[in-house]
């Protein structure tokens, strides 16, 4: 791997820019500021329309007017995933001090998450039943379009790399709510192979309430024959979508979805050197593993899977007493929380008492794909701030927890920032204000530069999981979903990366199988308005 001066890499994988799709209070959550203003005081931003579902809100014209140009020859069908994901890489590129319409993205790797097809179902649906006896060669041209466009999940990648006219790489990862983890192993990995300089990395999923409320009553119906069905089929108590739901918390025991896309840019050191941007933070380690069960629908609560995701990820540079926080991924099931809870406990053992974890998945609704992306772009934030925020609608923590979830509506001060400040100085060597205040970047310009520094400091860790397999990654954060698992790890420290294998991911819960890779705890560049400059980050890998 090449060095820049100081010893940094010049393969490290940065985070340079994050944008946002997602559900608001009065209007939609887009900016790193928006996330921060609404995770930091655990507010939640769904509403009840019979379940209680976190809506986007925004009108397709709404959506013309903030990304205007496209031909809408194909913009017409366009379904709400489109939209989702070019506004969020809209914005993210913006907020990396990226041009599109420039062709500032022309040789980017375009790399989307897609945990559900609800948005895809009626696009195929239209081609299936149309009638090729009667329909006239203009509907014909235009149903064509729709389909190739609308009816597969690689549906957003496909609009994301015909508006930045890249040349890159370009594909969907499909991993359920670890989709977007196994993007940004991807990612990290070309990079630090030297595939790519930069990559536009997005998690977009529509959760169809209608479809998840017949769900919901069909699984219901289905348990009458639970003693019947092979182990581990149907779960013995279903969670509720007519309740808040409510992770850690005594009440738990609600899911409630949401929709939206979360975009990051990630950018070779050298590359984000060069053009003078400014980084959030590294991208340090992935890891993935399955739980090796035979049933593909089952997942073992032991946690174990997560466990030895997450030791993948750490490998022999790391020990888990450097991680101070982890971003947890509850989102109020039962069997979500007990994965957590029990891996934590293995990692951790009497040391989990002072151990932050918390979960923001009540602040938008488990949103699926975007869960990855959203986690760390979360963590990052919280080592800008030095403050952790907290699990939303946790007010009772549960009495079997092994750590701290933060209940309330506050943020917990924690040692989460490096020791030294990055910043950005201009060729006359005049610093940034120290007291800028975060959410006001310097972004690059003429006659700027980005001064990337060694700077000693902490790690913090993000789990998840998801069906059956286990992703982790050295960030500041952990997710954890169901039977996949993942886990990203971020931190203060600069060593040249390794890397191993890949296997299977997701950006949650944790199982078993697979591989992993770890980089550098180093953050690079200066800090600005973003997250945690300080660390780095980490992904999981696809199947």
Known sequence: MGKMRGGLGARDVMVTGMGFCLPGIEEPTCTAEDIWAIASEGRSCLTNNGIYHGLVGIAIEEFRNRIPGIPETFSRHFTKAHWFGLASLAEASADAGLNIMAGDLADAAVLAGRGSVDANIDSY?????????????????????????????????????????????????SAGCASSAAQLGNAFMMIGSGMSDIAVVTGVDIFNAELVFKAQKLLRVAQRSAADAPPGTVVPELPSFNRLMRPYDRRAGSVNFGEGSATLILESREHAARRGADCYG??????????????????????????????????????????????????????????????????????????????QEACFGHNGAPAGCLGVALTLLMMQHGAVCPTANCEDPAEDLPFDPVPGTKTQVARLRLRAEPHLSDRRGQERDPARPPGRRLGPGPGRRAVIRRWPGRANFSLGTKAGSACSLPLSRTRMKRSRLSAWAVGSRAEPTRQASCGACSPRAAMPSGNGQSADANCGAPVRSRAARPCGTAASCPT
């Open 125 to 173: 649906l239209r081609a299936l039943q149309a009638d090729a006896e009667t329909i006239t060669a203009a509907e014909a041209l235009d149903l064509y379009v729709g389909t190739e466009q609308s009816a597969t999940p690689s549906d957003v990648a496909l609009v994301q790399s015909a508006l930045a006219r890249s040349t890159g790489p370009c594909f969907t990862a």
């Open 282 to 359: 590294r991208m340090l380690s992935a890891a993935m593993a399955r739980d090796g069960l035979a049933h593909p629908l089952a997942s073992d609560e032991t946690g174990i899977g997560l466990v030895a995701a997450v030791r993948k990820c750490l490998g022999t540079r790391w020990d888990i007493g450097q991680v101070p926080y982890v971003h947890g991924a509850s989102d109020g099931d039962a069997m979500v929380t007990a994965f957590e809870c029990n891996a934590i406990r293995q990692l951790y053992g009497s040391a989990a008492d002072s151990l932050l974890m918390t979960s």
